[in-house]
């Protein structure tokens, strides 16, 4: 109402001044009421500035809107390539030859423990002696590799069935589950490689292969990723 009677208050004032500048109109000689007239011009103001506000308000949440889908589009395609990376690392330090190395020639991993033969230009191995410590790294691997990989298969099923606006909880506490199996199977490894390697072999003489390295690097990218798909939201 301040709105309006400003505008009245504008138009009698304007109209005034005009007849007493001998104006060639005036409201009464247009045949036509003061009130009418102002009015009329009042709500046409009025009318104008409350669609231009409801323009610019519709603009910006149609642009707030759209910003969102595309953080969310790119959002979704980085979890799903950081889960699939992580996937393929976690299976190459799972299934190959160097969790401990003595040296280029000799090496020993979860499964098999092998010598490169020179002469023949192959490896030998032989499977590895197993003790409860090695026993409980290959059940923690093995594990988080099967949860990681039921987790991305989950998430793929979501996308097409959840509804909109749904959460990923199940995918993330999976791929959390799996974070948490990896770091046991590479803490244990860490701490008890000596209980581990075979007995005719010095822990002393070799080092950690990059297998291991792998195993750990897997930790916080199955911890963040799970983390990621609990705070995701499907968006048609």
Known sequence: MKTLDGDK????KTNARAEQKGALFS???????????EWRACRK??????????????????????????????LLIAVTMLHLITLAMLFIATMEKSWWMWD?????????????????????CATTKET????????????SVV????SFLVFLGQ???????????????????AGLTAFSAALIYTLHNKEILPDSESPTS??????????????PLLLCSGVMYIHLRKKE
Do not use: H
């Not at 996308?159 to 199940?170: A, C, D, I, R, V």
């Open 9 to 12: 208050q504008y138009f009698l």
């Open 45 to 74: 103001r009025t009318s104008n500035i409350w669609a231009s506000k409801r323009t610019a308000i519709q603009c910006c949440e149609n642009l707030f809107a759209q910003s969102q889908d595309f953080k969310m589009a790119y």
């Open 147 to 150: 949860f990681s990989s039921v």
């Open 104 to 124: 280029s020639t000799e090496t020993s991993d979860l499964w098999y423990n092998c010598r490169f033969e020179n002469s023949t230009g192959t490896w030998l």
């Open 159 to 177: 996308l097409f069935t959840m509804s909109k606006g749904g959460l990923f909880y199940f995918t993330g506490l999976c791929q959390v589950f």
């Open 206 to 219: 070799g080092n950690f292969g990059y297998c291991l390295i792998l195993a750990w690097v897997c930790v």
């Open 27 to 37: 409201t009464e000689e247009m045949g036509v009421p003061l009130e009418t007239l």
């Open 132 to 143: 409860e410590w090695l026993q409980a790294v290959q059940v923690l691997i093995v594990i």
